[in-house]
């Protein structure tokens, strides 16, 4: 099955710089990449997502990048602010007409935004 | 409001006992899926229903089980409960097959004691 390696578990940045977080994973067949933010006692909540065949997609400040070759993607916050303090949860999935498995989540990343 | 529904949101039981909690998906969607998230095994997938059949199963324990009932909305039964079972249990749902894009409900907490 597949297996997303996270990292860092713990991020802490000063308001107004970049945070960048890392994922990898281990099988080739996954096609769909969402990130997930967390805040503590809620639901996590989609912020941005990529498929297979897009390399970089960007939403304002948040940013995401795939490489298929080296099975990694990466998320890029800029401009932090307070409010992006939360823990990020990324995901793999393979898909196909007939459907798909559930999402497979990193251990996450709880990131501090200093003031 | 996500639009996913989750029923309790709060649960405290004793061990052995069984428990069922229940989502109601987004107006619209077919597709429910269950995952446990706790401190030590993070967000894990345990199952997904589509129109009232099984999909897909994940790291689903033979003590739990779930179900998907004509107007959608999903059950998910725990029993023999250990100490290990608690963690919050979320719900999610989406229009077709496929994950992308789902949204959460808010969660049941699972406390045994």
């Known amino acids: 099955g597949e297996n997303v390696e996270q990292h860092p578990s713990t991020l802490s940045v000063q308001e107004g710089d970049s945070a960048v977080i890392k994922c990898t994973y281990s099988?080739?067949?996954?096609?769909?990449f969402p990130w997930y933010k967390q805040e503590l006692g809620k639901r996590p909540q989609l912020i941005i997502d990529i498929r297979s065949n897009v390399g970089e997609k960007k939403d304002q400040r948040i940013a995401v990048t795939l490489n298929k070759t080296a099975k990694h993607f990466s998320l890029h916050i800029t401009e932090t602010q307070p409010e992006d303090s939360a823990v990020y949860f990324c995901?793999?999935?393979?898909?196909?007409?007939?459907?798909?498995?559930?999402?497979?989540f990193g251990k996450g990343t709880h990131l501090i935004i200093q003031p | 409001d996500s639009g996913v529904t989750q029923t309790p949101k709060h649960l405290i039981t004793a061990t052995g006992q069984r428990v069922t909690l229940r989502c109601s998906p987004r107006s619209g969607d077919l597709s429910v899926y269950w995952y446990q998230q706790s401190l030590d095994q993070g967000l894990q997938f345990l199952i997904q229903?589509?129109?009232?059949?099984?999909?897909a199963k994940g790291n689903i324990l033979e003590r739990f089980s779930a179900q998907q009932f004509p107007d959608l909305h999903s059950e998910l039964n725990l029993s023999s409960l250990e100490l290990g079972d608690s963690a919050l249990y979320f719900c999610a749902s989406s229009v077709g097959l496929t994950g992308n894009g789902y949204t959460f409900g808010s969660g049941t907490r699972l406390t045994v004691v």
């Open positions: 099988d080739s067949a996954s096609n769909y």
């Open positions: 995901a793999a999935q393979e898909y196909s007409g007939g459907g798909a498995d559930g999402l497979t």
């Open positions: 229903y589509y129109n009232g059949e099984e999909r």
